[in-house]
């Protein structure tokens, strides 16, 4: 699930669509296969070079599919012969990254205007195998099996990469990590239910909590809100003016949360495929939506 800044609304990617969900409206657009046999793993909806919103998802085979407008046919756009395994839009900019550790900046639908593999940087990296990225301003975050990497990126080409050496000593299989630019902090999850907030101006920790539960996802936004998702169903929600608050228990896991880009709401998608929508009122989140919109959620 991502954010998509040019309004209110988020993207969900399935098996067999990207779904836009507006959030102020409550309506959705689908951009889907034709064919049933085709399958997504990984998507986006992403600012195009003329400033247009499209549809951009990754196959396990390394297609790569764009969509002018929902309801069309696709196009593919090229074949990495590797799993596309995360797609993110940063301002008119699309970055992919695939199984073979490579990455990719492209100008979409045009063209790819730089690759690069992770496994030659000189940074001395644990591990090039990317699990996921986080995108926000003009700054992206690299997770891999073992390293966290942070790079910025000015006219469609990397400026620069840094290893985030502190965040590596936090013990425990790391599940996500998310980052501001604003505030300059990163927050990140581990499998034993720790959280760790690190100030990224000076790579010092700024608050661990322990949410004692596994932790499935999480998202945090400029305002360093955190929402937090966990394997009981369990849906969190901090900020630096209160303690951690449970904000509903559901009888599903959680597979995936997302603060919208305004803060206004929050939107948490389960394990039986139910998506739910909360709205800020009077600092609180309360539940204003709950319906089964998606029947074929990818994790």
């Given at each position: 699930?991502?954010?998509?800044?040019?309004?209110?609304?988020?993207?969900?990617?399935?098996?067999?669509?990207?779904?836009?969900?507006?959030?102020?409206?409550?309506?959705?657009?689908?951009?889907?296969?034709?064919?049933?046999?085709?399958?997504?793993?990984?998507?986006?909806?992403?600012?195009?070079?003329?400033?247009?919103?499209?549809?951009?998802?990754?196959?396990?085979?390394?297609?790569?599919?764009?969509?002018?407008?929902?309801?069309?046919?696709?196009?593919?756009?090229?074949?990495?012969?590797?799993?596309?395994?995360?797609?993110?839009?940063?301002?008119?900019?699309?970055?992919?990254?695939?199984?073979?550790?490579?990455?990719?900046?492209?100008?979409?639908?045009?063209?790819?205007?730089?690759?690069?593999?992770?496994?030659?940087?000189?940074?001395?990296?644990?591990?090039?195998?990317?699990?996921?990225?986080?995108?926000?301003?003009?700054?992206?975050?690299?997770?891999?099996?073992?390293?966290?990497?942070?790079?910025?990126?000015?006219?469609?080409?990397?400026?620069?990469?840094?290893?985030?050496?502190?965040?590596?000593?936090?013990?425990?299989?790391?599940?996500?990590?998310?980052?501001?630019?604003?505030?300059?902090?990163?927050?990140?999850?581990?499998?034993?239910?720790?959280?760790?907030?690190?100030?990224?101006?000076?790579?010092?920790?700024?608050?661990?909590?322990?949410?004692?539960?596994?932790?499935?996802?999480?998202?945090?936004?400029?305002?360093?809100?955190?929402?937090?998702?966990?394997?009981?169903?369990?849906?969190?929600?901090?900020?630096?003016?209160?303690?951690?608050?449970?904000?509903?228990?559901?009888?599903?896991?959680?597979?995936?949360?997302?603060?919208?880009p305004n803060g206004n709401y929050i939107v948490v998608l389960l394990e039986d495929h139910n998506c739910v929508l909360f709205q800020e009122r009077e600092q609180l989140f309360e539940k204003i939506c709950?319906?089964?919109?998606?029947?074929?959620?990818?994790?």
């Open positions: 699930m991502e954010r998509i800044y040019a309004d209110d609304s988020v993207c969900i990617t399935t098996q067999k669509k990207l779904v836009r969900y507006k959030l102020d409206k409550n309506s959705i657009e689908e951009y889907k296969f034709e064919s049933q046999q085709e399958k997504i793993s990984c998507g986006s909806l992403v600012t195009t070079i003329e400033g247009k919103i499209g549809g951009v998802a990754g196959q396990e085979n390394g297609n790569l599919w764009y969509w002018k407008r929902p309801n069309k046919t696709p196009e593919e756009l090229t074949n990495y012969k590797a799993e596309i395994i995360s797609i993110k839009g940063l301002n008119h900019y699309t970055l992919i990254a695939t199984a073979g550790k490579k990455f990719y900046i492209w100008e979409i639908p045009n063209a790819c205007i730089q690759s690069v593999d992770l496994s030659t940087l000189e940074l001395k990296l644990i591990s090039s195998n990317t699990l996921m990225m986080d995108v926000r301003g003009n700054e992206v975050l690299i997770i891999t099996e073992k390293d966290l990497i942070r790079a910025t990126i000015d006219k469609g080409r990397i400026n620069t990469l840094e290893r985030l050496n502190k965040i590596i000593s936090f013990s425990g299989k790391r599940q996500t990590a998310m980052h501001t630019t604003k505030n300059k902090a990163i927050a990140i999850a581990n499998d034993s239910g720790a959280i760790l907030v690190i100030d990224t101006s000076t790579n010092e920790m700024h608050s661990i909590l322990q949410i004692r539960e596994i932790i499935t996802c999480l998202d945090f936004n400029e305002k360093r809100l955190l929402a937090i998702g966990t394997i009981k169903g369990n849906v969190y929600v901090n900020n630096e003016e209160t303690n951690c608050i449970l904000l509903e228990s559901f009888k599903s896991g959680v597979v995936d949360i997302k603060i919208s709950q319906r089964k919109l998606f029947v074929c959620y990818k994790e």
